[in-house]
């Protein structure tokens, strides 16, 4: 079992900086595929960035590709979604998220653990 919890939202200018941070409990972190997803208001919730277990493997939306930088730091068992140049469409929620598998996908239903999400609102 794996509890997560995200820190780190805020109300932000466009063309800021924000970092999310995601802390995990439990001994298998190190193993975990894990990633962060968002959901704006009325739109369903989507990925956003994804890491493997080590931390070699990064993917991204294309929404936030050379924007979002993705981390991790197995040895406190935290993730990190460091956010720039924002826009008002990143306004959203932000759920970390966590896969026993090694790896995450794009795919809501190949995550087996969520956090209860941290809101970043982006004003113009």
């Known amino acids: 079992q794996v509890q997560l919890v995200e820190s780190g939202g805020g109300l932000v200018q466009a063309g800021d900086s924000l970092r999310v941070s995601c802390a995990a409990s439990g001994r298998a972190f190190s193993s975990y595929g894990m990633g962060w997803f968002r959901q704006a208001p009325g739109k369903e919730r989507e990925f956003v960035a994804g890491?493997?277990?080590?931390?070699?493997?990064?993917h991204y939306a294309d929404s936030v590709k050379g924007r979002f930088t993705i981390s991790r730091d197995n040895a406190k068992n935290m993730q990190f979604l460091q956010m720039n140049s924002l826009k008002p469409e990143d306004t959203a929620v932000y759920y970390c998220?966590?896969?026993?598998?090694?790896?995450?996908?794009?795919?809501?239903?190949?995550?087996?653990?969520w956090g209860q999400g941290t809101q970043v609102t982006v004003s113009s």
């Open positions: 998220a966590a896969r026993r598998s090694g790896y995450m996908t794009t795919l809501i239903d190949d995550v087996d653990y």
């Open positions: 890491i493997s277990w080590t931390g070699a493997l990064k």
